[in-house]
């Protein structure tokens, strides 16, 4: 399985960005749950949002509301759509795809996120 991430840039505050995942090397469908996660300078990183087959999606506290995160099981492509930027959302931001329950296996490469205040 590859992931591949692409979609950040710089924006300000208050921007929006949407990030793309293409998934290869199997069905999106047959992937339990996808998720996105980010990681800033000199903090840990972050899940930031996850989608699961069954349609349930959860969210890190601080972008609910803002981000939406959804699959294209056609396409073989997750979106993470992020609204109402923050400077606080710069960060490199990462696929990761979760063949066995509460673990990621398979991850992207990052794409990074700048948000200008």
């Known amino acids: 399985v590859q992931l591949q991430a692409c979609g950040g840039g710089l924006v300000q505050a208050g921007g929006s960005l949407r990030l793309s995942c293409t998934v290869s090397?199997?069905?999106?469908?047959?992937?339990?749950?996808m998720g996105w996660y980010r990681q800033a300078p000199g903090k840990q990183r972050e899940l930031v949002a996850v989608?699961?087959?069954?349609?349930?999606?959860t969210y890190l506290d601080s972008v609910k509301g803002r981000f939406t995160i959804s699959r294209d099981n056609a396409k073989n492509v997750v979106y993470l759509q992020m609204n109402s930027l923050k400077p606080e959302d710069t960060a490199v931001y990462y696929c990761?795809?979760?063949?066995?329950?509460?673990?990621?296996?398979?991850w992207g490469q990052g794409t990074q996120v700048t948000v200008s205040s």
């Open positions: 989608n699961i087959l069954d349609g349930t999606t």
């Open positions: 090397g199997r069905s999106l469908s047959s992937i339990n749950a």
């Open positions: 990761a795809a979760s063949l066995t329950p509460g673990q990621y296996n398979y």
